[in-house]
């Protein structure tokens, strides 16, 4: 059996979440991450099954061609999380261009009322993260790794899973790698 040649993706159009209050989340999204609210759409029925349950869909442009989403469904049962997975597991991740522009951002998170917890350096990127507020928790990332660091985490990152999934513990073999780099981005080991 022949398999049709794989779709050429131009990214994400956009990723979309559920939000308690359409009205809010944009507040919330104009005012501490300063992104424009682009569009909302609103339906009685959803138009993929033509099932009854009203809702507001409201994007948010999240820079460099990427849109965040949210829908408000004030017919659905109240908003929950998956209790079985820590809260600090699901999040969106946003770049930001320069360590000033990081500790620029928590600060006008924090003078926005929000814990912001970090900087946190992860070897090539450091992040900040808070949470909406919907609950979904959110990353603010800076990333400095040279070109020479990314592509030799590339190159072993296929072992890295292999070991992985064989032992369900952080791989061993490939430490020496990420405390060289950790070394050289002054996070040191």
Not at 40 to 46: F, G, M, P, R, T
Not at 60 to 79: I, K, Q, S, T
Not at 105 to 130: D, M, N, Q
Request: proline fraction near 5%; glycine fraction near 8%.
């Amino acid at each position: 059996m022949t398999r049709a040649a794989a779709p050429r993706l131009g990214g994400i159009h956009h990723v979309a979440y559920r939000c308690r209050d359409a009205k809010e989340t944009v507040a919330f999204y104009r005012e501490v991450l300063g992104m424009d609210f682009m569009l909302a759409i609103a339906e009685d029925a959803v138009p993929s099954t033509g099932e009854p349950d009203p809702y507001m869909h409201v994007f948010m442009d999240a820079g460099g061609g990427n849109v965040l989403a949210f829908f408000e469904l004030p017919n659905a049962a109240a908003m929950g999380r998956d209790e079985a997975t820590p809260a600090w597991v699901q999040h969106i991740a946003f770049k930001v261009e320069s360590e000033d522009s990081l500790m620029a951002a928590k600060a006008r998170a924090e003078a926005c009322g929000l814990e912001v917890v970090g900087p946190t350096h992860h070897g090539v990127f450091k992040s900040i993260y808070f949470f909406d507020p919907n609950g979904h928790r959110l990353e603010l990332a800076w990333q400095f790794g040279t070109p020479d660091q990314m592509r030799r985490l590339h190159d072993v990152a296929d072992d890295m899973l292999e070991e992985w999934s064989r032992t369900r513990k952080a791989p061993r073999h490939a430490a020496w790698l990420h405390e060289q780099i950790a070394a050289e981005t002054g996070r040191g080991s």
